[in-house]
T-cell receptor, first 110, second 118 residues
Framework: DAKTTQPPSMDCAEGRAANLPCNHS???????VYWYRQIHSQGPQYIIH???NNETNEMASLIITEDRKSSTLILPHATLRDTAVYYC???????????FGTGTRLQVFP | GAVVSQHPSRVICKSGTSVKIECRSL??????MFWYRQFPKQSLMLMAT?????????EQGVEKDKFLINHASLTLSTLTVTSAHPEDSSFYIC??????????????FGPGTRLTVT
């Protein structure tokens, strides 16, 4: 079973920051938080991952709370092409399995 | 980044026939690959782990005799849907982790194969 909880849908205006929350209150100390997104009828795309510290790359920023029970994916300047389903996944270090939850459907509007 | 391809991208077959879907890692070797199935408006469901040189590991509830997996080489895994029925119509997606299992391994997904059984 997925170990994360996400809102089913969110809207964001183009050019604004999109903040996608994820709850993973049962996360273990050696489990990472991964974010993937899936644009309609395509395979998922890796976005970012983290363990404890906040992370940033060219696509997004990941903010993990100090107790690690939740995190937020930030798309700093959302574009229409960011419309997708965003999945927050918790993965342990001893497996490559990714168990997908229901994700958040982000709709970016003009 | 690393690329994973799938072939075919779409396939339509008649009920009772078998269909083979290929998953290839194009610029890296993958000793492990994963197969997922996704029904419309639903999330990805992990079906099985494909292991190069050994038998696949199936998730609970997935029929191993119906979904045959062969990891023929370090860059190719195939999924064969045997005796397909309309309820097997779905979007099948494969993935492969880059490198060995590590604490920060990225995983790359194929573009998916849409199977329609008539």
């Amino acid at each position: 079973d997925a170990k994360t909880t996400q809102p089913p849908s969110m809207d964001c205006a183009e050019g604004r920051a999109a903040n996608l929350p994820c709850n993973h209150s049962t996360i273990s100390g050696n489990e990472y938080v991964y974010w993937y997104r899936q644009i309609h009828s395509q395979g998922p795309q890796y976005i970012i991952h983290g363990l404890k510290n906040n992370e940033t790359n060219e696509m997004a920023s990941l903010i993990i709370t100090e107790d690690r029970k939740s995190s937020t994916l930030i798309l700093p300047h959302a574009t229409l092409r960011d419309t997708a389903v965003y999945y927050c996944i918790v993965r342990g270090v001893n497996t490559d399995k990714l168990i997908f939850g229901t994700g958040t459907r982000l709709q970016v509007f003009p | 980044g690393a690329v994973v391809s799938q072939h075919p991208s779409r396939v339509i077959c008649k009920s009772g026939t078998s269909v083979k879907i290929e998953c290839r890692s194009l610029d890296f070797q993958a000793t492990t690959m994963f197969w997922y199935r996704q029904f419309p408006k639903q999330s990805l469901m992990l079906m099985a782990t494909s292991n190069e040189g050994s038998k696949a590991t199936y998730e609970q509830g997935v029929e191993k005799d119906k979904f045959l997996i062969n990891h023929a080489s370090l860059t190719l895994s195939t999924l064969t849907v045997t005796s397909a029925h309309p309820e097997d119509s779905s979007f099948y997606i494969c993935s492969a982790p880059l490198g060995r299992i590590t604490s920060s391994g990225e995983q790359y997904f194929g573009p998916g194969t849409r199977l329609t059984v008539t």
